[in-house]
Structure formats: C-alpha cells, structure tokens
C-alpha cells in the first residue's frame, strides 16, 4: 500500500510540475511590450539617451506597464528618461517584432515621433547616463543600442514600418 501512495503522489507532483511548467511558459513566452520614442524639440533636434547597461546612445522608450496604454507609457518614458514633457504624439513610425531585436528579451516595440519642451535632465539615473539632442546630420551613427539605427533610418526616410 505505501509503494501505491508513494506512485501515487509522484504522479501527481508530476502533473502539477507539467501545469507549473505550461503556465509559466504562457506567461514567459510571450513577447513583453515596450515603446521606442523620437522627441523632437522646438527646434527640429532629435534627442538620444545614452543607457547605462551597454553604454550606446538610443532612443527613449521602455516597457508597458500592468493597466498602462501606449500614450500613457510614452508620456511616463519620456519624462522619466529625459526630463522632457511630451506636448504632442505625431505619427506612428512603426512596430518591431523580430525575436532578436532586443538582447534581452523577445519585445515587441511601438515606435512613434512625438514633439516635446522643457528641459532635458536624466531622471533615471539607474538607467540613463547622458540626454543629448541631435541634429539630423549628427547622429552617433553605428552606436545606437539594440535595433534603433534602423528605427531612426526608417523615421528619417518617412517609412511606415511593421516588421
């Protein structure tokens, strides 16, 4: 009797390990979602922030909080990154979804062009290390983080993008 409660019980820890397994890759193996913004100040300038984890300049942006719309995570990134108050969302540049786009994680990320004012400051500091506006033909080409060479190319070139 004990050896068929023994089974028994391994039978059912087993199965529980499987439902463990499944919901955690349902939860996990899903791509996260992120925004990638383009500040333009008043002047046409372009802003970057340069991150702290890898050293490269990028494009402010980060990931969608629980309950959190696109507006309401670009207007919070934005602040957060730059210091920079976002006084209008213009056009949708597009949604990147390649697997391999972020070295960290499968992100889906929404890229949009936004008009901003006020002040760049770095607020994160945790992540950010430097806010620089650029104008259109100073970029630090070839040392942009993650995929944002290619976002910035195709804002540059008026392209709407889902890849």
Request: net charge negative.
């Amino acid at each position: 009797m004990g050896m068929f409660m023994n089974s028994s019980l391994v039978l059912s820890m087993r199965r529980n390990w499987q439902f463990v397994q499944t919901v955690l890759g349902i939860i996990f193996r899903h791509p996260i979602v992120g925004t990638s913004i383009i500040p333009i100040l008043p002047d046409g300038r372009i802003v970057l922030v340069k991150r702290q984890d890898n050293g490269k300049w990028a494009l402010p942006g980060g990931m969608v909080d629980w309950g959190e719309d696109i507006p309401t995570t670009v207007k919070r990134e934005l602040l957060e990154e730059t210091g920079l108050e976002l006084r209008k969302i213009g056009r949708l540049v597009g949604v990147y979804s390649a697997a391999d786009r972020d070295p960290r994680i499968h992100s889906i990320c929404i890229l949009v062009e936004v008009e901003v004012q006020g002040i760049m400051e770095v607020k994160d500091m945790l992540e950010i290390m430097a806010v620089e506006a650029f104008d259109l033909s100073s970029f630090p080409k070839g040392n942009l983080s993650h995929d944002h060479e290619i976002q910035l190319q195709d804002y540059l070139d008026g392209k709407t993008i889902l890849a």
